[in-house]
C-alpha cells in the first residue's frame, strides 16, 4: 500500500512569505501529525489532525498552523518566514494515535528560508 | 526536564556484531508508549519497535529488541548482526497518555544517535 506522501520535497522561500506543505496520509488513517526538526532542536511537535479537528498543538507561535480535509489530507502553513523556519518538517499518519497505534512518517519537506 | 534522554550522540560497530542504543525516559504517567525510529540520510523516519508500559515481555522486530527496564526507566535498542545498511541516525520517542488520550499524535524525540557500521 502506499506510503504517507509529502509534498513539494524541497521549497526555497524567502524571509517574510507564506509556504504551504501537504502531507498524503496512508489510505485509512485518519490521524496526522507534523513535527519540525533542525539540527538545534531536534524533533518538535506541532500538532496532530483527526477527522479534520485539531487535538494536540505542541508550543509554536500562530503563525504556524495547520488543517485536515475530509478525506484525511492535511496541510501546514508558516506565514511571515523566519530564517529559524528552515527546517525537515515530517507529517506522521496513524489509524488512531491512541493506545498502540503505530505512527508511519512520510520523507519530509526540506524547507530553507532565505 | 528532558523527557528522552539519548546519551550516545555517535556509536560505531563492525558489520555482524550486536550493538546498543542507549535510552532513558522519565514521566510520571503510568500509561506511555516508547518508540524506536531510524532516519537514513534520506530523511525519512523508518518505525523498528514499539514498547507499551504495561507490556510484560521486551519487543522484539526481527534483528531489533528492546531491552526495557521499567524501574530504572531505560528502554535500550539491541540491533543484533548489525549490517551496513544500518548505518543511520536513530531515534527513542515516547508517548504519554497511552490509555487517556490526552497527547493524541504527540511524540517526543530524543536528540538521536549517529549509528554507523563499519565493514
Known amino acids: 500500500k502506499a506510503g504517507v506522501t509529502q509534498t513539494p520535497r524541497y521549497l526555497i522561500k524567502t524571509r517574510g512569505q507564506q509556504v504551504t506543505l501537504s502531507c498524503s496520509p496512508i489510505s485509512g488513517h485518519r490521524s496526522v501529525s507534523w513535527y519540525q526538526q533542525t539540527p538545534g532542536q531536534g524533533l518538535q511537535f506541532l500538532f496532530e489532525y483527526f477527522s479534520e479537528t485539531q487535538r494536540n498543538k505542541g508550543n509554536f507561535p500562530g503563525r504556524f498552523s495547520g488543517r485536515q480535509f475530509s478525506n484525511s489530507r492535511s496541510e501546514m502553513n508558516v506565514s511571515t518566514l523566519e530564517l529559524g523556519d528552515s527546517a525537515l518538517y515530517l507529517c506522521?499518519?496513524?489509524?488512531?494515535?491512541?493506545?498502540?497505534?503505530?505512527?508511519?512518517f512520510g520523507s519530509g519537506t526540506r524547507l530553507t528560508v532565505v | 526536564a528532558q523527557k528522552i534522554t539519548q546519551t550516545q550522540p555517535g556509536m560505531f560497530v563492525q558489520e555482524k556484531e550486536a550493538v546498543t542504543l542507549d535510552c532513558t525516559y522519565d514521566t510520571s504517567d503510568p500509561s506511555y508508549g516508547l518508540f524506536w525510529y531510524k532516519q537514513p540520510s534520506s530523511g525519512e523516519m523508518i518505525f523498528l519497535i514499539y514498547q507499551g508500559s504495561y507490556d510484560q515481555q521486551n519487543a522484539t522486530e526481527g534483528r531489533y529488541s528492546l531491552n526495557f527496564q521499567k524501574a530504572r526507566k531505560s528502554a535500550n535498542l539491541v540491533i543484533s548482526a548489525s549490517q551496513l545498511g544500518d548505518s543511520a541516525m536513530y531515534f527513542c520517542a515516547m508517548r504519554e497518555g497511552v490509555s487517556g488520550g490526552t497527547s493524541y499524535g504527540k511524540l517526543t524525540f530524543g536528540q538521536g544517535t549517529i549509528l554507523t557500521v563499519h565493514p
Open positions: 506522521a499518519s496513524s489509524l488512531a494515535a491512541t493506545g498502540r497505534s503505530g505512527y508511519t
